[in-house]
């Protein structure tokens, strides 16, 4: 009950701060019913998750009205009956979707955690760029490897964003490689007082399927997948998704040229009865 508590009062803290005009910390302290001492608690754990927190010149709070808040005052009947009409204006209507996703939320607690999410991608991706335009290396803290299947601290010198920010690629001090970091498995970024200093190794290509750069070695990929096995592969690396072509009910193609074989060799280990190898393959899969 008391974790409920905290969540609705944070919940309800966002809100307020997100509305005009900026509001005094005595005013909160009265709006959530709880002491100024939380408010601050509050505060401060909404700057750790992201949130950037506007203070004005008479020491009033805010936040910056850029992310989702759910509707608070329909039940799920009527909730569940505007998203069939918004459906009904169908799926290219930019206004409809957004307004879908807003609707979408059933819980303070799974709301919060959306806010939570959004926000630190945000203060992510902006620390990155701060990064790049300062020409300082970063620290990417608790980076959560699909390829090594670790999670370990990255020094590295970052230089350009990917489509839709969802990667930045970044020249890796310890290795003396480029490569591509997704944004949504970095834990923290630090900016380290270090300028860049290889910039004449920084050099920016596509990604692969498997999120690796171009080396100076490329590999052929010519696979028939089954349903199992092309829902894992899409799940685990999104980026195949538009490389796979239906061919029969239950038989999926997946041709491409690759940088980096041994996602996909481990991948091809743990389904090699649900994918077949075709000619033309450059890759040893024993």
């Known amino acids: 009950m008391a974790n409920q508590k905290s969540l609705y009062r944070l919940l309800k803290l966002i ?22 001492r939380t408010v601050y608690r509050y505060l401060e754990l909404l700057e750790k998750v992201g949130f950037n927190i506007e203070i004005d010149k008479f020491k009033k709070y805010s936040i910056k009205d850029n992310q989702f808040i759910a509707p608070s005052h329909f ?16 799926r290219s209507n930019n206004l409809s979707t957004s307004m879908i996703h807003k609707l979408s939320f059933k819980t303070d607690a799974e709301l919060i955690n959306h806010e939570i999410y959004n926000a630190k991608l945000s203060n992510t991706i902006s620390l990155i760029n701060k990064a790049i335009h300062t020409n300082k290396q970063i620290e990417i803290k608790q980076y959560q490897s699909i390829n090594s299947q670790k999670v370990s601290d990255r020094l590295v010198e970052p230089f350009k964003f990917t489509a839709n920010y969802r990667s930045i690629c970044a ?11 997704n944004i949504e498995r970095i834990g923290d970024v630090v900016i380290i007082d270090q300028d860049q200093v290889n910039k004449h190794f920084q050099k920016f290509s596509v990604p692969d399927a498997f999120g690796f750069s171009k080396d100076s070695k490329t590999y052929k990929v010519n696979l028939e997948l089954n349903l199992k096995a092309m829902l894992l592969l899409t799940e685990e690396y999104t980026l195949t998704k538009s490389l796979i072509q239906k061919k ?39």
Request: net charge negative.
């Open 171 to 181: 020249f890796e001090i310890a290795d003396e490689q480029n490569k591509f970091f």
């Open 15 to 36: 809100a307020l701060l997100k509305k005009e005009p900026p509001k005094s910390i005595n005013y909160i302290a009265d709006f959530l019913e709880s002491s100024t």
């Open 248 to 286: 029969d009910e239950n038989v999926f193609l997946f041709s491409t040229v690759i940088y980096n074989p041994k996602p996909l060799k481990r991948f091809y280990q743990g389904l090699k009865n649900d994918i077949k190898i075709l000619d033309n393959n450059t890759i040893d899969f024993n």
């Open 75 to 90: 039940n799920e009947e009527e909730l569940n009956f505007l998203k069939e009409l918004l459906l009904s204006s169908g």
